[in-house]
Every structure is written in C-alpha cells, then in structure tokens.
C-alpha cells in the first residue's frame, strides 16, 4: 500500500542507486476497474522526464528505483486515456456515488494488484489531510493518548466519479457510468454543488434520458444555466426526452434566441407539442398539462388496448389512465388499469368503460384542477378543449406543484445554501 | 428511470435560504455594505474624533485599492465558478490552503469579537452591562442559522443601515464642517507623528478592505453561477458598492470631526467614556438622544456583520477541505461547519466577557488592525491565481490590474510594517 503523497518528491535513482530526480508524479491508465500505474514523472533541474512504468523497479514511501540503464527523456505526452494522478486530481473535486455526495480528494491510495501498481482508492477523510499537513503521527499520538481516533475514509474508485474539467477532457473513459444509475433527483442535487463548467462536463457525458431526468429534477433557473451552456444540439436532444409539459416551460424560459435555435434543432413533432404547450397561460390546466398520455378510440378491445399499451408505455407519463376517445377524437370515457386487466379480453372497451368522465377546459386555472384532482382523488385528469377534443392531462405531481410556493421573480442568489429544489 | 409521482424530496420542503437576505443587492453591493459593520462604524468614528479631516486621504486610497481587490475576487469567480479556498487548495496544495484559511480565519474572529464588542458597547450605552450584548450577538447567529425568514431581516438591515448613513450625512451638513478642510484632505495626505495616528490609519483599511470579503465576493458570484458574460456588469457592481461603503465611511468621519474632534474633546479608546465620546457626533441631529441612535445604529450594524462574517468563514474552510457546508445540512451532516460556528460564537463570547466594558472600542480597533496585517497574506494568492492564463482564460488580469493589485498588496505590507515599527519605537 502507498499513498500519492508519500511517493511525491521522494528521490528517484538509478540501477547504481544514483540519484537522478525526484517523483513529481505518477500516471495511470485509466479504462479498468482499478487504474493501473503506466508511467512516472521525474523531475530533474525543474524538467519533466516521462519514464515508462517498465523501467521502474521500486516505488515505495522512500522513493523510486529504477531496473534500466537506459533513459528515454522524451517529453512526457499525455495519452487520451491516461490522467496524472497528483496534477488531475490530487484536491480535485469528486463525487462520491455512494455517498452521493460532492466531496474533494485529500489523498490517493495504490495498491499492489496481481503483481503491478493500481489506484484503488480516494483517501476523503481527515487521516489524509493530516498527511498532507505533514502532522499526521503526532496527531496520532495525541488521538491516542486521548483514547479518539482519526477518522479514515476511503472511496474505492469504483465508486468515485471525477468531475473536473482536466479529466472531463479524457471523457471518453470518464463515462459517468455512476452518476447514470443514481436516482435523477440525486444527481440533481450533486450537479448542484459544481461549479458551471463541471455540471456541463457531467451532463455532456450521461445520456439524453438520463441528462433529461436530472435536469427535470431541478430549480428553473438552474435547468435555463445549463441549457444555454450546452451545445444547441444537444441541448434539443435533451428536451426530446424531457415530458412535454416541463420543456415547455423550460423552453419558455430561455432567451429569444436560445428558444428559437433549440427549438428549430428539435424533432418537428416534438417541437410542434412544445410550441404548442407554450401557448398556454402559465396558470391554467393548458400551461401545466403534458400531451404525453395514453387515448384509445372506444372500438378497441381490451386485449388490443393492453397491447396498445405495451407499444406506448415508454412515452406515456401515467398509465393507470387510459382515455377513451371517440372517432373524432372527443373524450368519450376512461378506463383505470384495472379495469382492462380484471375485463375479458374480447370484450369491447366502450362497454365497460367509465363514460362521463372528470375533465377540465384547457383554460381552467391550476387552482380548479387541483380542486378537481383532490376531490375526485384523481392520479391525473383530462383536460379537453370547447369541443371536447382531448388535448392533454394534468398529472397529479404536476398539480401539486402549482400548489407549492412560487419562486420569486428574480434569482435568489444561494451562496451558503444549497437548496436545490426549494424554489420549486 | 421514470419519475416516481408521488416524489417529493423531503428535505425540500423546509429548506433554509440564508442567501436570501443578501438577494436585493449585488455581491459588490452587499460586501460593500457590510463593511460598515461595527468595526467599520467605530473605526471611522475614531479615526475623525481623534485626528479630524485628516484621515479622509485614506478613505480614497482604500476605495480605489477596496475596487481593485473586489474586482479581481469577483473576476476569479466569474472564470472559475469557484470559491477562493477551494482554488488555493487546487493550485497551490493542502499546505498552502491551510495557511491561507488559518490566515482568514483569525482575521475573522477578529471581525467576529468585533460585532460582538459592538453589540457590547451598544447594550453599554444604554445602561445594560456588556454580557447582555454578547448573548444577545448568540441570539442572532443562531437565528440566522436556524431560522429562514430572512425576508423581513434583510428589509430591516437595509433600512437601518440606510438610516445610519443617512443620520450621519445630515449630521455631518448640521455641524457646519469644513468644507474646503474636507476636499484638501480627501486628496493630499497628511502624515502625523501623534500616538494613535497609525493605528488609525491601519485600522481604518483594515475595516475596509477584509480578508472576509475576499472570500466572500469569490464565493458569492460563483454561488450565483455568474459567467464571464457578467463581467462588466460585475465591475459597475463593485465599483458602486465601493463608492457607497467609503461615501458613508466618509460622512461619519466627517461628522466625527466636526462634532466631536473641533470640541477638543480627547477620545482615550481604553476608557468606558469612549463610545459615549464618538456618540457625540450625532448631537448635532439628534440632540440630547444622540446616544441612544448610535447604540441603536452600532446594533444593527453588529447584526449586519453577523450575518455575514462567520458564514463566510465557514464557509470558506469546509470548501477548501470538501466537508459539507451550508446551512442545508442537518448539524450531524456538517459538523465541521456548525462546529466552527459554534466555536466562533463560543470564542467571541468569552472574550467580551472577560475583556472589560472600557475596552471594547479599543478590542474593535484592534480586530480591524489584525484583518489589515493578515490581508496581505490572503491578497498574495488572490494576485497570483488572477495572472494565471490557464485558470482565467479571457479573463486574466491585465498588466495595468497586475500592477495596482500588486502595488495595493504592497502598500498594505507597508502599512502593517510601519505600524509595527512605530509601535515598537
């Protein structure tokens, strides 16, 4: 075992145990599981030699030894996928998956792994920062005689996800593969606590959903920051995924020019649905619906409106809902989960579906679907035009959170407070 | 992953937004306006009861190198999206971060034992003994940090800061001061050998430009995820709210010259008459309840401090050593935050308890003298981290920035050296 800090500066030497340097740093190839040590760099009279990790014999808290004769003082090139260790992420910040959580690097733990030299874990607690102060034994000592200890912690760098720029240049085996799996609203709250540049750096390399998702989970002035940082492109990609009803809003939020570029660079339905949304007041079941919802016409059966299902589930905000529409596409009836899996397959939906049901106008204030939501305790609720034509439905997060104290107007700046979604 | 419907965190509910008392002004505007905490209210009122018009000449020098070092915490903010430590920590290592933050963090508690002196020589004033002010300095710190309301607050704040300004600006017009005495001395120094004449002058730019609020500017603009887009509007943000601190500097040394200095009245900042003294230049205004204005005055701008200075601090060492810090967290998440608040209220507490009531105006002095000698140590990695091409991108000082920042650093060395000479001698 060896820390970083122990090997840098120690005194490096040659095959006759000359010295010929110091340790200024080591470089790892990053791709496995446990990054394994390629190189070292030494410094000589202020220059930086790049030494390949086959010439090194040794390396231990006393320094490096080195088993050829023969040096390559080539200037160290920075391959794709190999970071150096003190200067890309020694007091760098990184996010702790498990722990969700952002924290910084104090140390850098290696490990002798079937015979070579790997990074297996980040040294986090405050053992590794009373190393790098240098006061680490007597502190000890003084623990000691105090009966406490000192905390350790360790992330084992399965675990750890870098965020910095330096190594979000190396993105390609930086894939953020933890961060995907957290829950979005978790990974909301880490995109949170970076700083501008890394929180595009993460989004840049999850993926659309999963990009969608988190920024779904956030304040609005956060999810507009973020948008008009990325790329158009992707940020259109992104809002293809996101539900209808929150691009909306997002969308309505950017500047002109933001809006009209992403909004050209979007799908020409998935752009038409936002438009569309947008047209809405704020304030009214039109402005907070989604357009994302499951209408069968009433002729279907129920084993063919179960496999219609199955077919639009990925899309569709709720399905415990399935509307019934008629041949011009009023909203002729509802049918619950339920009642298609408990019904026989042959029958004909129209016959045992729910036929006058709960609707709102697209103009109803939020404050009415809300009341209508609680009282018929509704999970959504249709919201149809003059016609009766079935336009969208009101989910019943989506009400709730018209219910929630509106942000001000203006940004509150957080410095000392994280509150993620408290202006929400 | 689909959203759960019924997903509600359940911390967002009660969330505090301490920030919000800060959300009216400007980052350059709100640590300008903080300047003029206790400290700064005292400090300049000192510094005109003892020696007149002629330290106005200092006030102009801390405004422009105050502009300078605000400029370029706010420029590092706008190009990093970081906090101070945390860069020092990156840049320059643990050591060097530690240094740094140790630095800060006694130039702090200075500040800190100074609001609480405030509060102390306020309750003082109005006939309560000095201990009562140092709790109810407690009261306030642990209800900034676990109340949230601080919509009303941050209303009362600026009102009161607001009307302390105003009160002495009327009262310095009412006491007929020196005009042409006040231009000369705003612009041609005047150097004096009597006692006290360097102390005040330290203390005066040591109340002024703040390690704290190096820190402070940094954090605050990456905090509101500003851009290098915002640049110009940054710089038209600190330039006023440098104007406005020194203005209101301005008008209580003023008024401190022409009500208290011109009645040859001698200011011994060890007695317990001292604040009563420096209370004097409100007369003109107010009359025989000059007093009790000031102490109200001093109070509030006690609290205004608070509200501001441990956070900060705070803040700043759990960034650079990655804990959890914020007043989000519950006091098991962040211990280290809360245990340095707690400590800071602690420590200041003690001290105004054990310091007696007579030298609390001198313990003021003192604190601001601490941030002046310290400020230095801080404002060497600001300059540097700012002429770092890598780091700031476009927004790399300049040379003409390079200079002035590296001559205002200097001048403050020179200045903490002279004190210290003459101190000695």
């Not at chain 1, 990974?187 to 993926?207: F, H, K």
């Not at chain 1, 905000?317 to 509307?323: G, K, L, M």
């Not at chain 2, 205002?408 to 004190?419: E, F, H, I, M, N």
């Amino acid at each position: 075992m060896l820390y970083l800090s122990q090997a840098i500066g120690r005194p490096v030497r040659d095959q006759q145990g000359e010295p010929i340097g110091s340790v200024a740093d080591l470089i790892v190839a990053i791709g496995d599981k446990y990054p394994p040590v390629t190189g070292i760099v030494v410094k000589n009279n202020g220059r930086e030699i790049f030494l390949h990790w086959n010439s090194v014999s040794a390396l231990d808290a006393a320094g490096a030894t080195l088993g050829t004769s023969a040096i390559d003082i080539t200037k160290f090139h920075q391959r794709p996928n190999e970071i150096r260790l003190k200067r890309d992420l020694m007091d760098r910040q990184i996010v702790d998956i498990d722990g969700r959580k952002v924290v910084r690097v104090n140390d850098l733990r290696l490990d002798e792994v079937e015979g070579s030299l790997h990074l297996v874990a980040v040294d986090v607690g405050a053992s590794g920062l009373l190393r790098r102060l240098g006061i680490e034994g007597p502190w000890r000592t003084i623990a000691r005689g105090l009966h406490r200890d000192v905390p350790e912690r360790y992330i084992d760098w399965e675990d750890v996800d870098p965020v910095e720029r330096t190594i979000a240049s190396v993105k390609l085996r930086v894939p953020h593969k933890g961060l995907a799996e957290l829950h979005p609203a978790d990974l909301a709250t880490i995109i949170d606590q970076l700083s501008r540049s890394d929180r595009v750096g993460v989004i840049a390399a999850l993926n659309d959903e999963a990009a969608a998702d988190a920024i779904g989970e956030m304040e609005p002035e956060a999810q507009v920051d973020i948008l008009e940082d990325l790329e158009p492109e992707r940020a259109a990609d992104i809002l293809e995924e996101m539900d209808p009803d929150e691009a909306a809003d997002l969308v309505a939020d950017l500047s002109d020019e933001s809006r009209e570029e992403i909004l050209g660079l979007m799908e020409k339905d998935e752009a038409e649905e936002v438009q569309e949304l947008m047209e809405y007041d704020e304030d009214t079941a039109g402005g907070i619906m989604t357009t994302e919802f499951v209408a069968v016409p009433k002729s279907l059966t129920a084993a063919q409106t179960i496999d219609r299902l199955r077919e639009l589930e990925p899309k569709a905000e709720t399905i415990y809902y399935v509307y019934v529409t008629d041949s011009d596409g009023r909203l002729a009836g509802v049918l619950s989960l339920r009642d298609l899996i408990v019904s026989k397959p042959n029958v004909v939906i129209s016959k045992f579906m729910f036929d006058e049901p709960v609707a709102v106008q697209t103009g109803a204030s939020t404050a009415e679907v809300t009341e209508v939501v609680a009282r018929y305790n509704l999970l959504a609720v249709p919201v149809v035009d003059g016609e009766g034509h079935l336009e969208g439905i009101v989910t019943v997060d989506d009400a709730i959170d018209t219910l929630l104290p509106q942000p001000t107007k203006r940004r509150l700046p957080r410095l000392f407070s994280r509150s993620g979604q408290a202006d929400r | 992953m689909r959203k759960p419907v019924f997903a509600l965190s359940p911390r967002a509910a009660n969330r505090v937004r301490l920030a919000a008392i800060l959300s009216v002004l400007g980052p350059g505007l709100v640590s300008g306006f903080a300047d003029n905490d206790a400290g700064g209210i005292t400090t300049y009122s000192v510094a005109g009861a003892q020696f007149g018009y002629d330290l106005l000449w200092v006030l102009l020098v801390s405004q422009i190198v105050l502009f300078f070092t605000q400029e370029v915490g706010a420029r590092l903010g706008l190009a990093t999206g970081q906090g101070l430590a945390g860069l020092v920590r990156e840049r320059y290592g643990v050591r060097w971060a530690a240094f740094m933050i140790t630095a800060m963090l006694i130039a702090n508690v200075g500040s800190i034992v100074a609001e609480f002196a405030g509060c102390g020589a306020a309750v003082t004033l109005m006939g309560f003994q000095s201990w009562i002010g140092a709790l109810i300095a407690a009261v306030v710190v642990v209800v900034l940090l676990t109340r949230g309301s601080y919509k009303w607050v941050q209303y009362i704040f600026v009102a009161v800061g607001i009307g302390v300004s105003l009160a002495y600006f009327v009262s310095a017009v009412m006491a007929h001061p020196d005009w042409g005495r006040t231009a000369n001395s705003l612009v041609i120094p005047r150097l004096s050998s009597l006692p006290g004449y360097w102390v005040a002058v330290v203390a005066t730019v040591g109340t002024t430009i703040t390690p704290w609020g190096q820190a402070f500017i940094q954090s605050y603009v990456a905090d509101k995820r500003l851009g290098p887009e915002d640049l110009v509007g940054e710089r038209i943000d600190v330039g006023f709210g440098a104007l406005l601190t020194n203005l209101i500097a301005a008008f209580i040394l003023v008024a401190c010259a022409a009500a208290v200095f011109s009645a040859h009245t001698q200011i011994d900042t060890n007695s317990p008459g001292a604040v009563g003294q420096i209370a004097g230049a409100l007369t003109p205004l107010a009359g025989s309840a000059a007093t009790a204005l000031f102490a109200i005055g001093l109070l509030a701008a006690s609290f205004l401090g608070l509200g501001v200075v441990p956070l900060t601090s705070a803040y700043a060492a759990c960034e650079a050593f990655g804990w959890e810090t914020g007043v989000d967290w519950r006091m098991r998440e962040a211990p280290a935050f809360y245990g340095l608040m707690i400590f800071f209220v602690a420590f200041a507490a003690i001290f105004i308890l054990i310091v007696p009531a007579g030298s609390l105006v001198q313990v003021m002095l003192t604190a601001q003298m601490v941030n002046c000698i310290l400020l230095p140590f801080v404002l060497v990695f600001v300059m540097r981290l700012s002429s770092d091409r890598t780091l700031m991108g476009p927004l790399v000082s300049g040379r003409f920035l390079l200079i002035v920042g590296w001559l205002g650093t200097a001048l403050l060395v020179v200045l903490s050296a002279t004190l210290l000479v003459t101190s000695i001698v």
